[in-house]
Antibody
Framework: QLQLQESGPGLVKPSETLSLTCTVSGGSISSSSYYWGWIRQPPGKGLEWIGSIYYSGSTYYNPSLKSRVTISVDTSKNQFSLKLSSVTAADTAVYYC???????????????????WGQGTLVTVSS | QSVLTQPPSVSAAPGQKVTISCSGSSSNIGNNYVSWYQQLPGTAPKLLIYENNKRPSGIPDRFSGSKSGTSATLGITGLQTGDEADYYCGTWDSSLSVWVFGGGTKLTVL
């Protein structure tokens, strides 16, 4: 059973870079059927997709965050990582990693969904 | 303001049925597949429905999904107190090139 686990500092200072890692267990990150994604949720608010990466390193990001986001993958460690630069209090959120299914059916179009999700980690931006 | 519009809250009695709507546009729901997620209090979201109406293994058939035009609907029958949660729809937006979630709907089982 595939499991994902986020790790990283729970407190980051304003203007610094937030760094998180997602460790995948119970399966290989190097699969042709999936991307691997990051999603965040500010306290008491809804979900926001940050970006996703393929095991080859191909990425796509939310345009609203693209200038500050870098997602990378380390297949040897079965991990992928998130870096968000120049953080402010608005970046305070629970950050989730998830397997991002992207299935190109060729005939019926591309089918996408997120499953499973990690348990999430709260990152607070504060001095 | 979310690209996908959901009602902030819905409620129903145990054993009853409830539907949660998700309204979008031709650039998202109208031309892409919808998935639904359940977020129980204090936990991570969990996939309920993918590809508009398919249930992953382990999800009871009390949960159903449908799509018509630029709107999607999640249905829950035989409501249980354990179904109290926030529910989110999500899909790809082809114009914005971004995955979008609805604002979420809080389900209360009275």
């Amino acid at each position: 059973q595939l499991q994902l686990q986020e790790s990283g500092p729970g407190l980051v200072k304003p203007s610094e870079t937030l760094s998180l890692t997602c460790t995948v267990s119970g399966g290989s990150i190097s699969s042709s059927s999936y991307y691997w994604g990051w999603i965040r949720q500010p306290p008491g608010k809804g979900l926001e997709w940050i970006g996703s990466i393929y095991y080859s390193g191909s990425t796509y990001y939310n345009p609203s965050l693209k200038s500050r986001v870098t997602i990378s993958v380390d297949t040897s460690k079965n991990q992928f990582s998130l870096k968000l630069s120049s953080v402010t209090a608005a970046d305070t959120a629970v950050y989730y990693c998830a397997r991002h299914w992207v299935v190109d059916t060729m005939v019926r179009g591309v089918i996408r969904w997120f499953d499973p999700w990690g348990q999430g980690t709260l990152v607070t931006v504060s001095s | 303001q979310s690209v996908l519009t959901q009602p902030p809250s819905v409620s129903a009695a145990p054993g009853q049925k409830v539907t949660i709507s998700c309204s979008g546009s031709s650039s998202n729901i109208g031309n892409n597949y919808v998935s639904w997620y359940q977020q129980l209090p204090g936990t991570a979201p969990k996939l309920l429905i993918y590809e508009n109406n398919k249930r992953p293994s382990g999800i009871p058939d009390r949960f159903s999904g449908s799509k018509s035009g630029t709107s999607a609907t999640l249905g829950i029958t035989g409501l249980q107190t354990g179904d109290e949660a926030d529910y989110y729809c999500g899909t790809w937006d082809s114009s914005l090139s971004v995955w979008v979630f609805g604002g979420g709907t809080k389900l209360t089982v009275l």
